[in-house]
T-cell receptor, first 117, second 110 residues
Framework: AQSVTQPDIHITVSEGASLELRCNYS??????LFWYVQSPGQGLQLLLK??????LVQGIKGFEAEFKRSQSSFNLRKPSVHWSDAAEYFC???????????????FGGGTRVLVKP | DVKVTQSSRYLVKRTGEKVFLECVQD?????MFWYRQDPGLGLRLIYF???????EKGDIPEGYSVSREKKERFSLILESASTNQTSMYLC?????????FGPGTRLTVT
């Protein structure tokens, strides 16, 4: 079945340490890929996206993500975490990649990040 | 910047009431969506629209309807609210290039 998996439900990281969030997808072809962040009580903010080309994608807030076709993965990374990065992070895919499909997104279950001082 | 606004951040309604959730986007996007977000279930698509007066069911349309009379506005309607519709509702709009979300409406049905 087509799906998006975020294996880690919770991650705790110390402020200043590096962070990596995992995302795996299961689709026949490479979909469009996205990472979103949701701060408590807020909507979702787009961090970055991958459509094609360079497999290392830079986003906002110092985040980057690497697409690995062989592993069907799109992991999110940040070299040095700030306390304000505490939030929930969602990986999402657009499997259809055509306008007529309306850019429907399928989301992973989310990873909640806690930042220790 | 893309802006997607939702009419209410918090809403409390009684069982059986008709509820309207309004969403407006200011970027002339053709595609608009309504999702609901529940702990442990993630985000699930209720309805979407890819043009004015066009709508399609998402994964969980039961108990909901939508209206899109103008390009910038997409309304979600709960015809007769029930307690199992207590949730966070997120509106979004998109073009190729990304989907942008509103701040959400937390609806409680008592």
């Amino acid at each position: 079945a087509q799906s998006v998996t975020q294996p880690d439900i919770h991650i705790t990281v110390s402020e200043g340490a590096s962070l990596e969030l995992r995302c795996n997808y299961s689709y026949g072809a490479t979909p469009y890929l996205f990472w979103y962040v949701q701060s408590p009580g807020q909507g979702l903010q787009l961090l970055l996206k991958y459509f094609s080309g360079d497999t290392l994608v830079q986003g906002i807030k110092g985040f980057e993500a690497e697409f690995k076709r062989s592993q069907s993965s799109f992991n999110l990374r940040k070299p040095s975490v700030h306390w304000s990065d505490a939030a929930e992070y969602f990986c999402a895919v657009d499997p259809f990649m055509i306008k007529a499909a309306g850019n429907k997104l399928t989301f992973g279950g989310g990873t909640r990040v806690l930042v220790k001082p | 910047d893309v802006k997607v606004t939702q009419s209410s951040r918090y809403l409390v309604k009684r069982t059986g009431e008709k509820v309207f959730l309004e969403c407006v986007q200011d970027m002339d996007h053709e595609n608009m969506f309504w999702y609901r977000q529940d702990p442990g279930l993630g985000l699930r698509l209720i309805y979407f629209s890819y043009d004015v007066k066009m709508k399609e069911k998402g994964d969980i349309p039961e108990g909901y309807s939508v209206s899109r009379e103008k390009k910038e506005r997409f309304s979600l309607i709960l015809e007769s609210a029930s307690t199992n519709q207590t949730s966070m509702y997120l509106c979004a709009s998109s073009l190729r290039g990304g989907t942008y979300f509103g701040p959400g409406t937390r609806l409680t049905v008592t």
